[in-house]
DNA sequence: CCGCTATATCGACAGCTGTCAATATCGACT
DNA sequence: AGTCGATATTGACAGCTGTCGATATAGCGG
C-alpha cells in the first residue's frame, strides 16, 4: 500500500503502516518502507544534522549554522539535507537568503516507537 | 571513548554514550557511533530477520527457519545474521546442527530511546 | 569412516553512497 | 544592471554493501 504512494513516502507513512518490530514479523514491503526510513538518518554527518535541528529553538536551524559546525563541504551539507527532507525528517523554508530547516514534529518519535519492545 | 573499545562496539555502547538526540547536539564520535548501529538494521533483510526472532517464543530462533521465510540464498542470510550480531543486536547459540539467534534484551530499547523526542 | 544436513566463509561483482570541485540559481543591495 | 553572498545542482569518483555461487566446516546417523 505504501508503496503505492507516487512519490516521497515519508517517515510517517512507513511508521504508520505497522507494529512495533517485535510484535508481530514485517513483511517485506513494510520492511523495505522503514528500511528506507532507517537508512537516511543511519549516516553520521545526518545524525548530527537532524540532533542540531531538533536541539534548536523551535526545532529549526539555517544552513549557514549548519555548515560551520561540521566539517564538510557547504554541497555535501546541502546534500545531506536533501535526503533527510526527501525523507521526511526535515521541512525547509527559505526566509529572504537563507534556507531553514525544521524537524517534522513526531518524525523521529514515529520510527522510535516502531522499536520498542516492550 | 567508546572508538577506543578494541573490538565491537555494540548497541549498548553506542546507546550508552549519549542523551536522546533531541536534547543535545551530537558528538562526531557519538554520531559515528550510532550510524553503525542504525546502519546495522537499516536493511529490509536485516529488519525483516530482527522483527522474525524479536517476535519468537523467547525472543530466539533458528536459521532454518529464517531462510526458509527471506526469499534470500542462505549465504546471504547467514551474512545479516553476522552483521546483526557484530552490532550487538543478535547472539548465536549452537544447539546440535543447529544455530539460534536471540535478540539481546534492551538493544532495540537503547536505539529506540536515542530517537525519542519526548 | 562416510555421507548428509546445517551453517559459515570466501571471492567476485553490480549497484549504491558520501564526498568534492565546479557551476547554477536566487535574493538582496547598490 | 551588476555584484555579492547563500544555497542548490551537477558530474565524477572512490569506497562500501548486498547478493550470489562455490566451497569449507562441523555435527549427526549409519
Chains 1, 2 share one sequence.
Do not use: N
Not at 18 to 31: T, V
Not at 49 to 76: F, R, W, Y
Amino acid at each position: 500500500m505504501s508503496t503505492a504512494t507516487l512519490l516521497p513516502l515519508t517517515v510517517k507513512d512507513a511508521a504508520a503502516c505497522c507494529a512495533p518490530l517485535a510484535r508481530e514479523p514485517l513483511g517485506a514491503e513494510q520492511a523495505e518502507d522503514l528500511a528506507r526510513s532507517l537508512k537516511a538518518i543511519a549516516d553520521p554527518a545526518r545524525l548530527r544534522l537532524v540532533s542540531l535541528i531538533a536541539a534548536s529553538e523551535g526545532q529549526e536551524a539555517c544552513v549557514c549554522d549548519l555548515t560551520d559546525l561540521l566539517d564538510l563541504g557547504q554541497p555535501t551539507v546541502s546534500h545531506h539535507l536533501k535526503v533527510l527532507m526527501d525523507a521526511g525528517f526535515l521541512t525547509r523554508s527559505k526566509r529572504g537568503t537563507w534556507a531553514y530547516y525544521a524537524l517534522v514534529p513526531g518524525s523521529l518519535d514515529a520510527l522510535s516507537r516502531l522499536l520498542v519492545t516492550t
